[in-house]
C-alpha cells in the first residue's frame, strides 16, 4: 500500500512576490491548502480491514529418550531452527529471549522495504512460544511511514507430549494484520474485497 504524497510544501509551493505577479501568490497558497486538507481527509476516513490466518498440525517425531526436544530446543541450533534464521538476510539476539529477525528486501512496484521483526521464544519442559512483538518496514521515509498504518500480530505455539502412538508436536500458528485502506482506488472499495482474499 503506497501513502498518497503530503502537498503542503512542494517545492514549487513558494509564493511569487505581488510585484512579478500581482494576485497568483494568494491563488497558490489557497490551492495548496485545498490539496492538504483532502489528503488529511482522506487518512481520517480511511477503512481498517482484518486480515488473518491460521494453521494446526500435529507431527509425528522420532523417539530420542537420551535427547528430548526440549533439550534441543533450549540449544542455539534449536532457536535457529525454529526461527528458521536460513531465510533471513539477518539475526539478532536482544537479550531476555528477544530475537530480531530481518528479513530479505520485497520489491513492490518502484519501492523496496525490508521487514523487520522482533520476536520473543518462551521455552518451558512441555511447550515453546514464539510471540511477535513488533513488525516494521525499513526503506524509505514513504515506506516507513506505511509503519503507521497497519499493526501485526504472530503466534507459534508447540506442544508436545508422549503417547501410545509415540512423540508428537502440536503446532498452532496464528497470524493477524489490521490495515488501514485510505488511498485511491482501494479506498473506494467495499472491505470485503480485501478482507475476504487476505483472510485464511
Known amino acids: 500500500m ?3 504524497p503530503s502537498f503542503a510544501s512542494p517545492p514549487m509551493a513558494k509564493p511569487l512576490s505581488a510585484r512579478s505577479r500581482p494576485g497568483w501568490s494568494t ?31 500435529v507431527i509425528q517425531l522420532p523417539n530420542y529418550e537420551q535427547y528430548p526436544i526440549s533439550q534441543f530446543l533450549s540449544h542455539p541450533s534449536g532457536i535457529q531452527a ?9 539475526f539478532q539476539f536482544l537479550g531476555a529471549n528477544t530475537y530480531r529477525c530481518t ?23 512441555t511447550d515453546c ?11 524509505s521515509k514513504i515506506v516507513e511511514r506505511q509503519n503507521n498504518h497497519f499493526s501485526a500480530f504472530m503466534t507459534n505455539h508447540m506442544r508436545w507430549d508422549t503417547n501410545d502412538s509415540g512423540n508428537t508436536v502440536e503446532v498452532d500458528v496464528k497470524l493477524g494484520v489490521t490495515l488501514e485502506i485510505f ?13 475476504v482474499p487476505g483472510n485464511a
Open 103 to 125: 528479513l530479505p528486501k520485497i520489491q513492490f512496484l518502484n519501492f523496496e522495504a525490508t521487514p523487520v521483526m522482533d520476536l520473543r521464544m518462551t521455552l518451558t519442559d
Open 82 to 90: 525454529i526461527l528458521n534464521t536460513r531465510a533471513l538476510q539477518s
Open 129 to 139: 512460544k514464539v510471540e511477535m512483538l513488533s513488525c516494521k518496514f525499513k526503506g
Open 27 to 57: 491563488h497558490a497558497t489557497f490551492a495548496l491548502k485545498g490539496f492538504s486538507s483532502r489528503v488529511e481527509m482522506s487518512e481520517s476516513a480511511a477503512k481498517t480491514a482484518n486480515l488473518s490466518a491460521s494453521r494446526k498440525q
Open 183 to 195: 488511498t485511491q482506488p482501494f479506498a473506494l472499495l467495499p472491505l470485503s474485497a480485501v478482507e
Open 2 to 4: 503506497v501513502e498518497a
